[in-house]
């Protein structure tokens, strides 16, 4: 059942409005100008007092929309001190001392900043000043390459929740705390951001904003990025990551494709046309074939053909992770229909012993042999 409002005699207080002005903290709203953070015109809040625990809604005035301070209007709840939680809904209340809130399962993408609502912050005044802090950290992924994203899921290696019921006490002195109270079930440590219409993926990274509960996600994560047909691209960090309140945490570029399952399905060694919709090969590992792998300062993959007195080289260097971009030199014994020279390959894709390399200039894809 939803929390009750204020208990009022309506013939004293019928009528009654507060109004509380609002500041937040750099990265705690939906829309970013440079390093400040705008109000907007659906922005609302919960406001608490000791005589109103169950809360009341205070709405935005429309003429703050897009401004750094903000007035919200409501029904009074009563002499200060003032609690105060953004985004304001009417499932939160407060209780010997704490405030409690939800926090979703899945957000909403925005561009360049995280979706409306999706940032929680509080706020403790004696006045009609709020100050809100940040409850939550900011996580941003940084995707390029191809396709339309329609979904990132993000799914903790360990038993750690990234949503559900929280609490933050109201006696902090300058930095809140955040708790989340709930089960730490299998639902609750996959967080799923929602990209509406989707996405597109290109040569520049685009960024993707989770908020995160502070904390530490010991055993790492990992992403898996989904598109409208249900292709699906999966990327896993070993690496533990800590997100801090009121911090963002900025990833390393990661190239993503999606939509090409053909071409990274592919694991026959070789060179292949990857123009079309379908990967076509142009000189690949056949029967009467021969592979060849040294490694040193710059490792050399080879396909010889006896029978036909020609052969593939590939020289690559040492030390390559997925998503960097490198120079390979390919070199032509007799007639394999690769052309010689230098080009520049995204690696896109290590397993089992296989590269996977992509020269988007040229249109054209390697699976050559080697371990990262």
């Given amino acids: 059942m939803l929390l009750a409002g204020c208990a009022r005699n309506p013939g004293?207080?019928?009528?009654?409005?507060?109004?509380?002005?609002?500041?937040?903290?750099?990265?705690?709203?939906?829309?970013?100008?440079?390093?400040?953070?705008?109000?907007?015109?659906?922005?609302?809040?919960?406001?608490?007092?000791?005589?109103?625990?169950?809360?009341?809604?205070?709405?935005?005035?429309?003429?703050?929309?897009?401004?750094?301070?903000?007035?919200?209007?409501?029904?009074?709840?009563?002499?200060?001190?003032?609690?105060?939680?953004?985004?304001?809904?009417?499932?939160?209340?407060?209780?010997?001392?704490?405030?409690?809130?939800?926090?979703?399962?899945?957000?909403?993408?925005?561009?360049?900043?995280?979706?409306?609502?999706?940032?929680?912050?509080?706020?403790?005044?004696?006045?009609?000043?709020?100050?809100?802090?940040?409850?939550?950290?900011?996580l941003v992924l940084k995707l390029k390459g191809s396709g339309v994203v329609k979904s990132i899921s993000l799914t903790t290696s360990e038993q750690e929740a990234l949503w559900g019921q929280c609490s933050v006490s109201t006696d902090y002195v300058s930095e809140p705390e955040l708790v989340l109270t709930g089960t730490v079930d299998e639902p609750r440590r996959t967080l799923t951001l929602d990209c509406a219409q989707g996405v597109e993926l290109g040569d520049e990274a685009v960024q993707f904003y989770f908020v995160l509960p502070p904390g530490t996600l010991s055993g790492g994560f990992s992403v898996s990025v989904s598109d409208a047909e249900g292709n699906e691209f999966v990327k896993e960090s070993k690496t533990s990551l800590t997100t801090s309140r009121g911090s963002i945490k900025r990833m390393a570029d990661l190239v993503c494709k999606l939509g090409d399952a053909g071409w990274l399905g592919k694991d026959v060694y070789g060179v292949y046309d990857i123009s079309g919709q379908e990967p076509v090969p142009v000189r690949v590992f056949g029967q009467g074939d021969q592979l060849a792998l040294r490694s040193g300062n710059t490792n050399a993959f080879r396909i010889q053909s006896l029978a036909a007195a020609n052969a593939l080289i590939v020289r690559y260097p040492s030390g390559m992770t997925e998503g960097g971009t490198y120079d390979i030199t390919l070199e032509s014994v007799g007639t394999t229909g690769v052309t010689p020279g230098q080009v520049s390959v995204v690696l896109v894709k290590s397993d089992g012993g296989k590269l996977w390399l992509e020269d988007a200039k040229n249109k054209l894809g390697y699976i050559i042999a080697g371990q990262l």
Wanted: glycine content about 12%.
């Fill in 12 to 138: 004293e207080e019928k009528g009654l409005t507060q109004t509380f002005k609002a500041t937040s903290e750099f990265s705690t709203r939906t829309s970013l100008d440079g390093l400040n953070v705008l109000w907007s015109s659906a922005d609302c809040i919960s406001v608490f007092s000791s005589s109103c625990t169950g809360g009341e809604i205070f709405t935005i005035d429309p003429a703050d929309d897009g401004k750094s301070e903000a007035s919200f209007s409501g029904s009074s709840v009563g002499d200060g001190p003032w609690y105060a939680i953004y985004p304001g809904d009417g499932a939160s209340s407060m209780a010997d001392g704490a405030i409690s809130l939800f926090l979703p399962g899945t957000q909403h993408y925005s561009k360049d900043s995280f979706g409306s609502l999706d940032n929680p912050m509080v706020a403790v005044s004696s006045t009609n000043s709020l100050a809100f802090k940040n409850l939550c950290g900011v």
